[in-house]
């Protein structure tokens, strides 16, 4: 039976074998050191029985998180940054959206979600950088062939120099937790080691990711770059170091809402309902009006639906789906963020036939 241990340095969770009096951390190569590992909380087994998230830092509340139920779960994050500079209007919007789009047309079970927003009552369920962590390990957790494992992230995203030689463009990538001003923020290397680098053979993982920079957030080997007439081409990202960034036998696609030298936008002018994201209200509608055949079909669909944002669209096929929704504020103007696709593999990720 396999125990979890915090990294001693980048707090990155690790499991530790039984038995062993020390750990090499994979993301910052430090050493953690166990006095006695017969005092670590034991976690529970790889199968799909629940599965409880290390017990809090501070006294309250257990923590746990929803044990899964079938062969579907989700972590869903949608942070608006309020009453702060940083401030974003319609990431909640897409968390709920997300939801709902899981729930009803995937027949993902609600107990097998863990959404995290700021209007969560549940203080382990605010988007807290330590918050995030344990969610996306939770999402791997004990995971088996044939499940289905969606993480789907609204918020602000950045760059930051990398230093270890794995970036082609010399920057990593990350996502901007609630408390990233103090805690940091969260790197598309250890984003790819807790949720790619564990999956085994059999189970797939999608990753929906609305925020700016993020074309390669989870460090996937391959992405598919796709220009204004329809061509694609795949792109060879793997690390020059050769540290391998694929799965352990399973499947990882990721939607980004842009390339890693792009912004994204927080608008109104796609739903004419309330304010989304674009990459998500986009992902959404190719699915919602029969746009998603294969994951080329999405693709091409969200790009087109972008393209025409300053076209009169209207809500759609999705109005039912927003109107569950307040409405927001918008922000006006085009867009200049292209969606991209990045896999594990390269070459039929494109025709295949799409599904959650």
Known sequence: MMMLVDCSGCRTPLQLPPGARSIRCAMCHAVTQIADPRGIPAQQPSNYGPVALPPPPHPGPSGASPSPHGRKRAVIV???????????????????????????????????????????????????????????????????????????????????????????????????????????????????????????????????????????????????????????????????????????????????????????????????????????????????KGHAATYGSMLNSMRSTIRNAGDSMGGGAVTSLLTMLITGGSLGGGFSQEPQLSSFEMFDVYTKPFSL
Not at 196 to 213: E, N, S, T, Y
């Open 78 to 288: 949608g942070i608006s940054y309020r009453f702060s500079r940083h401030e974003l209007k319609g990431c909640i919007n897409d968390a709920n959206c997300m939801k709902y789009l899981l729930v009803n047309r995937f027949h993902f079970p609600e107990s097998s979600i863990i959404l995290l927003t700021e209007e969560q009552t549940d203080p382990y369920k605010i988007p807290t950088k330590h918050n995030i962590r344990m969610a996306l390990y939770w999402l791997v957790q004990g995971c088996q062939p044939g499940d289905s494992l969606v993480f789907h992230y609204s918020g602000h995203g950045s760059q930051q120099r990398n230093y270890n030689g794995d970036e082609a463009d010399g920057y990593d990538e990350t996502i901007c937790p609630l408390d990233f001003e103090t805690q940091g923020m969260i790197v598309d290397d250890e984003i790819n080691a807790t949720i790619v680098r564990p999956i085994p053979h059999g189970v797939k993982l999608h990753a929906i990711i609305d925020a700016c920079h993020s074309g390669t957030v989870l460090d996937l080997p391959f992405l598919c770059r796709m220009n204004r007439t329809g061509q694609y081409v795949w792109e060879d990202h793997r690390p020059r170091s050769g540290i391998w960034k694929g799965t352990n036998g399973g499947e990882a696609i990721s939607f980004s809402g842009c390339d890693d030298n792009q912004t994204s936008a927080d608008t109104s002018a796609l739903s004419k309902v309330t304010s989304t994201g674009a990459m998500t209200f986009c992902f959404i509608q190719a699915i919602e």
